[in-house]
Nanobody, 118 residues
Framework: QVQLVESGGGLVQAGGSLRLSCAASGSIYRVFQINASYWYRQAPGKQRELVASITRGGSTNYADSVKGRFTISRDNAKNTLYLQMDSLKPEDSAVYYC?????????WGQGTQVTVSS
């Protein structure tokens, strides 16, 4: 099993920045075998959407709505995934979830709330 714990959410004004973190723990073998990591978000009344992803090899991908503003990264030594969010907009407000795939299984964090005021 892999446990994921997000942190770093909060309330910020439009134009501000936040950095989300997602710490992985649990089965050392499964954590080591994480082959892709993701950040999703879900706003009230909307479907969960993929925000950004990073592969084991370091390739990244972003939703069009966040390109140029958000940066996904990871620190393998700390087993931690990050999402740097700059130039935040009110429409970025949502619960943000991290997720990983390892040995064919998907694992999710509990989510962290991000609220951007106008």
């Amino acid at each position: 099993q892999v446990q994921l714990v997000e942190s770093g959410g909060g309330l910020v004004q439009a134009g501000g920045s936040l950095r989300l973190s997602c710490a992985a723990s649990g089965s050392i073998y499964r954590v080591f075998q994480i082959n892709a990591s993701y950040w999703y978000r879900q706003a009230p009344g909307k479907q969960r959407e993929l925000v950004a992803s990073i592969t084991r090899g370091g390739s990244t991908n972003y939703a069009d709505s966040v390109k140029g503003r958000f940066t996904i990264s990871r620190d393998n030594a700390k087993n931690t995934l990050y999402l740097q969010m700059d130039s935040l907009k009110p429409e970025d407000s949502a619960v943000y979830y991290c997720a990983v795939t390892s040995l064919g299984a998907n694992y999710w964090g509990q989510g962290t709330q991000v609220t951007v005021s106008s």
